[in-house]
């Protein structure tokens, strides 16, 4: 298995833009979660998903972040409009049963 | 008080030391602890858990938990260069286990 997979390894965006992050779990884990990580206040948990369902989003910044699972092998962390505080690696992580999460490689945001 | 909390470091060990990483929660029902480690520039990969009060051994590595004291912590024997990292303890939390908190990590530095 190629382990979980993000795209774009790194994303360079000028404020105001929309951001699209990208990713594909591993096959057979039913759960996926995104965090963010900065220095300042290390991993933070965005949202997750079960079954492909949204459980909890009550991580999520504000309403600039959104966050779609439309089918097992494929989410999305959008951010519309991005700011400079939104600059952070975005790390997507998969598992099934258990507490073996796997993550991906993330992905480094940097919003001038 | 943060639910997980980590000594930032760095702490500094020479190679072939017995390196020790602590951990604090606030849960006090917390059931299960994780340690990861993330080398800078990569995601964090899970090298430890641990269920119950005492000590868990896998190779040079040794997780401790005393549940009284909400205390967690690893031991690293015989340190290698290699393990230069940031260690990450992570807790579930009681009422949601689905919801992974970690602490802001340990810079781990192992020198020859």
């Known amino acids: 298995d190629a382990g979980v997979i993000q795209s774009p390894r790194h994303e360079v965006t000028e404020m105001g833009q929309e951001v699209t992050l990208r990713c594909k779990p591993i096959?057979?884990?039913?759960?996926l979660f995104w965090y963010r990580q900065t220095m300042m206040r290390g991993l933070e948990l965005l949202i997750y998903?079960?079954?492909?369902?949204?459980?909890?989003d009550s991580g999520m910044p504000e309403d600039r972040f959104s966050a779609k699972m439309p089918n097992a092998s494929f989410s999305t962390l959008k951010i519309q409009p991005s700011e400079p505080r939104d600059s952070a690696v975005y790390f997507c992580?998969?598992?099934?049963?258990?507490?073996?999460?796997?993550f991906g490689s993330g992905t480094r945001l940097t919003v001038v | 008080q943060k639910e997980v909390e980590q000594n930032s470091g760095p702490l500094s060990v020479p190679e072939g030391a017995i390196a020790s990483l602590n951990c604090t929660y606030s849960?006090?029902?917390?059931?299960?602890f994780f340690w990861y480690r993330q080398y800078s520039g990569k995601s964090p990969e899970l090298i430890m858990s641990i269920y119950s009060n005492g000590d868990k051994e896998d190779g040079r590595f040794t997780a401790q938990l005393n549940k009284a004291s909400q205390y967690v912590s690893l031991l690293i024997r015989d340190s290698q260069p290699s393990d230069s990292a940031t260690y990450l303890c992570?807790?579930?939390?009681?009422?949601?286990?689905?919801?992974?908190?970690f602490g802001t990590g340990t810079r781990l530095q192992v020198f020859p």
């Open positions: 998903f079960n079954n492909n369902v949204p459980i909890d």
């Open positions: 992580a998969s598992r099934s049963s258990g507490y073996g999460y796997t």
């Open positions: 849960d006090r029902v917390s059931q299960s």
């Open positions: 096959s057979g884990h039913d759960y």
């Open positions: 992570a807790v579930p939390r009681s009422y949601n286990t689905d919801k992974l908190i």
